[in-house]
């Protein structure tokens, strides 16, 4: 047993200096991907087509409330009823259409990011490989960088083209 022990002893430190390890901000490095600006214009451009369509409906909802608040009075059960139910079928169209814009940009958010991410993964995957890289850990997630680990962040930048 001691012989056991002793021999883990002294290969565990030889094993551990085989391997090399490094690390990146992999949330810093997303964020500095040029391919995300053009995301974040087709995301905007999304959401102000989105906006006006519920900025219209939302128009068109007060003209209809301030119509009908102002001849309330003078209609009858009938047309009252009517005139309710178009308002309460308008103000029910906006919220489906509210629900349908926002699950809408989220999934394009998604769809655009998807490659973006692939992308920046790839690339940490082959600096990493290329230096013969054991581990890369993501400072993002980690608590704890110390003063000799290596810092992948220009490599895997400069493999990105970005500067």
């Known amino acids: 047993m001691k012989k056991i022990i002793l ?15 490094a690390y990146i901000n992999s949330q810093e490095l997303f964020a500095q991907m040029p391919e995300l600006k053009v995301v974040e214009q087709k995301l905007d451009s ?20 301030s119509d009908y608040q102002q001849k309330q009075a003078t209609m009858t059960d009938a047309i009252r009823q009517i005139s309710e139910e178009e308002i309460m079928s308008l103000q029910q169209r906006i919220q489906t259409t509210y629900q349908t814009a926002q699950q809408d940009v ?43 680990a290596i810092n992948l962040m220009a490599e ?3 493999a990105l083209g970005i500067q």
């Open 46 to 65: 999304l959401n102000k087509e989105y906006e006006a369509l519920l900025t219209t409906m939302q128009e068109e909802y007060q003209k209809k409330l």
């Open 156 to 158: 895997v930048k400069k």
């Open 106 to 148: 989220q999934k394009q958010e998604r769809e655009l990011l998807v490659p973006i991410q692939s992308k920046m993964v790839k690339a940490i995957q082959e600096v990493g490989a290329a230096n013969g890289y054991t581990y890369i850990f993501d400072t993002a997630a980690t608590l704890y960088v110390g003063a000799d």
């Open 7 to 21: 021999m883990l002893a002294m290969v565990l430190p030889t094993l551990a200096s085989a391997q090399k390890l």
